[in-house]
């Protein structure tokens, strides 16, 4: 393993999104990544940077194909990301690390995934959830940990909430504002939800969500009894299932589009 700490070295690096949650993917199999809050927030940045809303490592891992590191566009670390371990495993996939099936560690523990190549550049991929509690207390507004945390708000029309303004107000609340949290819209018609997602880390609206569409099938799961969603999201359509429990929600997977929009170099240390 090497340093990727050689003044004037320069490092492939990968754009992928996934229904339209765009990420800078960075191959750790055979390079030990360290990067900085500061350097991953300069990549990340949509005007002086590549551009995106968070960047994944993914990095050897005993007993898995490969673990995925993820930060947030602001450099903070995050357990888990839907759309990010799904790019991920088509990433590792289209490397020749993995197969069509993939196992891989995230902070939120063990996944497993199944990727199908549709096009040169596009896959198919579903991943596993981890399992999820089912929480306290449900209604219009509910909070769910997914892998990361998030609030829920059933909406008649997500089209007519100001996601940046009620985002930031609740995601800066005092019950919020040390850790942070996640908010997501959500309107639930007979077999589609509608999904818009303000992200932590990130400060903004993203295109999709994949633990936010997570958080909103299970909430709507939950007033309807329905356990499998296509989703609805500014960046296209996503599918979410699971078992219902008493307790918990199971067998959790959430499948999407990932497509790779570019390969580049870049010098790490110069960000």
Request: proline letters at 3%; glycine letters at 12%.
């Amino acid at each position: 393993m090497t340093k990727c700490q050689s003044l004037g070295m320069m490092t492939d690096f990968y754009k992928f999104h996934g229904a339209g949650n765009d990420f800078i993917m960075l191959d750790g199999m055979k390079l030990n990544i360290e990067l900085t809050k500061k350097a991953i927030a300069g990549m990340c940045h949509r005007h002086l940077g590549i551009g995106a809303d968070g960047l994944i490592i993914i990095a050897r891992k005993e007993g898995f194909d490969f673990e995925m590191i993820y930060f947030n566009a602001d450099g903070s670390p995050a357990d888990m990301c839907g759309n990010g371990a799904r790019c991920a495993s088509a990433f590792a996939s289209m490397l020749g690390i993995t197969g069509d099936n993939v196992t891989f560690l995230a902070g939120d523990g063990p996944h497993q995934g199944s990727v199908k190549r549709v096009a040169d550049t596009g896959w198919l991929v579903e991943i596993s959830m981890r399992d999820v509690a089912r929480p306290e207390k449900s209604g219009k507004q509910t909070e769910i940990n997914t892998g990361t945390p998030h609030y829920v708000v059933i909406v008649p029309d997500v089209a007519t909430i100001d996601t940046l303004s009620q985002g930031r107000s609740i995601r800066y609340s005092p019950e919020y504002s040390e850790k942070g949290i996640n908010v997501d819209w959500v309107s639930i018609h007979e077999n589609l939800l509608h999904v818009r997602t303000y992200e932590r880390g990130v400060e903004d609206e993203t295109l999709s969500c994949g633990t936010g569409v997570t958080a909103c099938a299970m909430i709507a799961g939950l007033s309807t009894g329905k356990t499998a969603w296509e989703i609805d999201t500014p960046g296209g359509r996503l599918a979410v299932s699971y078992q219902l429990q008493a307790d918990r929600f199971t067998d959790v997977k959430l499948q999407g589009p990932v497509k790779m929009v570019f390969k580049g170099e870049t010098e790490l240390t110069a960000w």
